[in-house]
């Protein structure tokens, strides 16, 4: 069984930042696509960002471009997702992620493994 860890989230102001962190294996890092979804309450989850396995190929979802970032670091077997300019809309539960392919298609369907998730809270 393939694990994903989530670990970062917490209460921050609007316009702060958080890192969250997704700690699994070198396969998983290898082989498949990595990917943070998040759900708000009373909403459908929905794809954030994905790093593909080469790690060559990012995808950011319209609302996050330009303040999330996505990477991994293969020697640690852990993907981050650096959020800054945080907004209120941006509260959620983040789960990080594996695909069933090594790129990324940003669709719950495609997705083979979830982690637990951590709550993100921006509030003032």
């Known amino acids: 069984q393939l694990q994903l860890v989530e670990s970062g989230g917490g209460l921050v102001q609007p316009g702060g930042s958080l890192r969250l962190s997704c700690a699994t294996s070198e396969f998983a890092l290898n082989y498949y696509a990595i990917g943070w979804f998040r759900q708000a309450p009373g909403k459908e989850r929905e794809g954030v960002s994905c790093?593909?396995?080469?790690?060559?190929?990012?995808n950011y979802a319209d609302s996050v471009k330009g303040r999330f970032t996505i990477s991994k670091d293969n020697a640690k077997n852990t993907v981050y997702l650096q959020m800054n300019s945080l907004k209120p809309e941006d509260t959620a539960i983040y789960y990080c992620?594996?695909?069933?392919?090594?790129?990324?298609?940003?669709?719950?369907?495609?997705?083979?493994?979830w982690g637990q998730g951590t709550q993100v809270t921006v509030s003032s």
């Open positions: 790093i593909s396995s080469s790690g060559h190929v990012t």
């Open positions: 992620a594996a695909e069933t392919d090594d790129y990324c298609s940003g669709y719950v369907s495609n997705v083979g493994y």
